[in-house]
Nanobody, 116 residues
Framework: QVQLVESGGGLVQPGGSLGLSCAAS????????MRWYRQAPRSQREQVAQ???????NYADSVKGRFTISRDNAKNTVYLQMNSLKPEDTAVYYC??????????WGQGTQVTVSS
C-alpha cells in the first residue's frame, strides 16, 4: 500500500508560479512512474507530466516549457513546479504513482486556482 500526501496548492495570479509536492509513504525505489494529473470543473482528468525511474520526463503540450516535474528519491517525493500560470491551469491537481508491480495509487488532490 502506498499513501500519497500532496501539498502546495493555492491561489496565484496569472503569470505567477506555484510548486506542488507529493510525498509517498513507500520507498521510491518501489515506484516506477510518477505523474501529475489535473481535472478542471466539467472536464475530464488529464495527464500533465510524467517522470519515470530513470528520470525521463514528458509533458502535456499545454504545459511544455512552463511546468517542470522532478523527483527526490531520498525524500520519496515528486514535485511539480508551475511557472507562467494561466487561468486555464485552474484545476484540482492529483499525484499518481505506478509501482513496479503495476499497482496504481492516487493522491487526494490539491486545488490550484489562477485568477486575478
Amino acid at each position: 500500500q502506498v499513501q500519497l500526501v500532496e501539498s502546495g496548492g493555492g491561489l496565484v495570479q496569472p503569470g505567477g508560479s506555484l510548486g506542488l509536492s507529493c510525498a509517498a509513504s513507500a520507498t521510491i525505489s518501489s515506484i516506477n512512474v510518477m505523474r501529475w494529473y489535473r481535472q478542471a470543473p466539467r472536464s475530464q482528468r488529464e495527464q500533465v507530466a510524467q517522470i519515470d525511474s530513470g528520470g525521463n520526463t514528458n509533458y502535456a503540450d499545454s504545459v511544455k516549457g512552463r511546468f517542470t516535474i522532478s523527483r527526490d528519491n531520498a525524500k520519496n517525493t515528486v514535485y511539480l513546479q508551475m511557472n507562467s500560470l494561466k487561468p486555464e491551469d485552474t484545476a484540482v491537481y492529483y499525484c499518481f504513482v505506478l509501482t513496479w508491480s503495476l499497482r496504481p495509487y492516487w493522491g487526494q488532490g490539491t486545488q490550484v486556482t489562477v485568477s486575478s
